[in-house]
């Protein structure tokens, strides 16, 4: 499976990012907390099956560009 990047640009200050972990039972694997203006590069591996957002974050993935809370 290739893994896929995307970029995360907080809008505000104590963006929430939760990874998820891939398998029977989803877990929390990995968290952090961004400023504003701060940015992550986060991927999916075979590992991690989804990404959890919490607040106003810019994100740009292979198929696009979106923004939340705008």
Do not use: C
Request: hydrophobic content about 35%; proline content about 1%.
């Amino acid at each position: 499976m290739p893994e896929e990047y995307v970029v995360i640009k907080a809008l505000e200050n104590g963006v929430s990012i939760i990874g998820l972990t891939r398998g029977k039972d989803t877990r929390f694997h990995h968290s952090e907390k961004l400023d504003e203006g701060e940015i992550m590069i986060a991927q999916f591996t075979e590992h991690t099956s989804a990404i959890k957002i919490r607040g106003k974050v810019e994100l740009l993935t292979k198929h696009g560009q979106i923004r939340t809370g705008v």
